[in-house]
């Protein structure tokens, strides 16, 4: 069993927990994800870890409630406890000199790029970083984000904070007024990922995307992980999730996120009716 230390609202439906974790903090490197169990017959959740407190052996993981199994996550307190919780999952994000670097993180993705922002930065990067959201209410870890970067920049769709667009306009007025980029990095919705590696294709610029297919196993074993990449097909949670956004194929990743479309409806629609009756929700 492992034991919620922590529980905070960060934004509507998006949640920060903090897990008793001594073992997978010891070894966790940025980019690398965890797979949970709430309950014994439960869904296994991967969620991708935002930070850890090494000596005090804390997970810091952050999730948005976009179906029956986060929703019913989202209503755990510290004190209660998860039936199980596995990692370090995946490849580590390679951390070298670059020079300059753009961490991009859209919606819930970025607790998942401030680590790496944070590991870029120690290895002497200058950091630029965008961070965007649909609107002000929505956006996450913007301290964190801006401690871990040389320069910060935001963007809402609707405007309410930051400059209005999307973070691939930030990331065009960058390359636009000059700067040299050497590397980029880029977690969020997988749009906002194929939007960001078609943008600098043209420039040449490297550029690296943690991809988020459906998990069931997450140790290589089952395939239900699987995209393609440059013809191959590639396992996210073994050769991943960081790949190549210029050869990934997006539109093939899209069509498999929405398999289960109907199913996670139903399941989350007869979720929401049972807890609502007893209050939980
Ligand atoms: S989740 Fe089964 S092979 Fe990746």
Do not use: W
């Amino acid at each position: 069993m492992v034991k919620i230390l922590k529980t905070e609202e960060l934004a509507p439906d998006i949640k920060l927990m903090e897990l008793e974790a001594p073992l997978i903090t010891q070894k966790v490197k940025p980019g690398q994800f965890v797979v949970l169990r709430i309950y014994e017959e439960g869904e296994r959740i991967p969620l991708t870890i935002a930070d850890t407190d090494k000596e005090k052996g804390i997970l810091k993981i952050v999730f948005q409630e976009v179906g029956k199994s986060t929703k019913l996550l989202g209503t755990l307190k510290a004190g209660d406890e998860i039936v199980d919780l596995i990692g370090p999952l995946g490849r580590a994000t390679k951390i070298e000199k670059f020079g300059t670097v753009v961490c991009i993180g859209g919606g819930v993705g970025t607790p998942e790029i401030y680590p790496v922002a944070k590991a870029l930065r120690q290895a002497d990067n200058k950091v630029i970083s965008i961070i965007g959201a649909r609107s002000k209410n929505l956006l996450i870890m913007e301290k964190e984000m801006r401690d871990a970067s040389d320069e910060l920049y935001i963007t809402t769709d609707d405007g309410t904070y930051g400059h209005k667009g999307f973070v691939t306009d930030e990331l065009k007025r960058i390359i636009d007024r000059g700067t040299k980029i050497d590397h980029v990095l880029a977690v969020g919705p997988v749009v906002m990922m194929k939007a960001v590696s078609k943008l600098t294709q043209p420039y040449n610029i490297p550029t690296l995307v943690s991809l988020n297919p459906i998990m069931l196993d997450a140790t290589g074993m089952c395939g239900v992980c699987r995209v393609e990449v440059g013809g191959e097909t590639k396992f996210a949670c073994v050769d991943g999730p960081e790949f190549d956004g210029h050869k990934v194929d997006f539109d093939l990743l899209i069509a498999r996120q929405r398999i289960y479309l109907k199913e996670e409806k139903e399941s989350m629609e007869l979720f929401m009716k049972t807890h609502k009756e007893c209050g939980h929700v």
